[in-house]
T-cell receptor, first 117, second 113 residues
Framework: GAVVSQHPSRVICKSGTSVKIECRSLDFQATTMFWYRQFPKQSLMLMATSNEGSKATYEQGVEKDKFLINHASLTLSTLTVTSAHPEDSSFYIC?????????????FGPGTRLTVT | GDSVTQMEGPVTLSEEAFLTINCTYTATGYPSLFWYVQYPGEGLQLLLKATKADDKGSNKGFEATYRKETTSFHLEKGSVQVSDSAVYFCALSEGGATNKLIFGTGTLLAVQP
């Protein structure tokens, strides 16, 4: 069964509004979660590394004030897209790196399709 | 910076055909290499991995060998099934203090009965 869930799976919002996406680790505790963005027919691009209890680490070119990340517990990270615009429409995927492993294996959520109109 | 290049799809095969999906990488250090698979409606799942040169990762009949001399990690399966239809992603991890994954663009495999 799924070890990582994302909610919602699909969301449509109007331009200028904010959208929150949740990523839950169902089977593991994780101090580290990752947020990716995937454009059609393109690879997954790492946006940020979410660290439990501390600030997220953003990749170059990703606006931290636009993509707010909160890793409030060992099983939950949220990504909030603030003041969304049509160019933010994309597929957002999270992954979890379980505490227990040292093998760098990540478990991925099913993704959230965001459409901004 | 580090990067991964994999063959574009879609790849369409008949059941029991031989599969090869090419993947090459560019890295400054000694990365770990991965193949992930994404079945329709599901999240990415680790299919196999190799952490050093000449290692062979294998799982569910799929194999890939870490070739440092050709900087490649091609995915192969001798006899594909309809259930193998999915998107396959090649990826590398720089290792060390970071667990960042760098992905290829993904290759859609469609297996017809």
């Amino acid at each position: 069964g799924a070890v990582v869930s994302q909610h919602p799976s699909r969301v449509i919002c109007k331009s200028g509004t904010s959208v929150k996406i949740e990523c839950r680790s169902l089977d593991f505790q994780a101090t580290t979660m990752f947020w990716y963005r995937q454009f059609p027919k393109q690879s997954l691009m790492l946006m940020a590394t979410s660290n439990e209890g501390s600030k997220a680490t953003y990749e170059q070119g990703v606006e931290k004030d636009k993509f707010l990340i909160n890793h409030a517990s060992l099983t939950l990270s949220t990504l909030t897209v603030t003041s969304a615009h049509p160019e933010d429409s994309s597929f957002y995927i999270c992954s979890v790196e379980p505490l227990r492993t040292g093998s760098y294996e990540q478990y991925f959520g099913p993704g959230t399709r965001l459409t901004v109109t | 910076g580090d990067s991964v290049t994999q063959m574009e799809g879609p790849v369409t095969l008949s059941e029991e055909a031989f599969l090869t999906i090419n993947c090459t990488y560019t890295a400054t250090g000694y990365p770990s290499l991965f193949w992930y698979v994404q079945y329709p409606g599901e999240g990415l799942q680790l299919l196999l991995k190799a952490t050093k040169a000449d290692d062979k990762g294998s799982n569910k009949g799929f194999e890939a060998t870490y070739r440092k001399e050709t900087t490649s990690f091609h995915l192969e399966k001798g006899s594909v099934q309809v259930s193998d239809s999915a998107v396959y992603f090649c990826a590398l991890s720089e290792g060390g203090a970071t667990n960042k994954l760098i992905f290829g663009t993904g290759t859609l495999l469609a297996v017809q009965p």
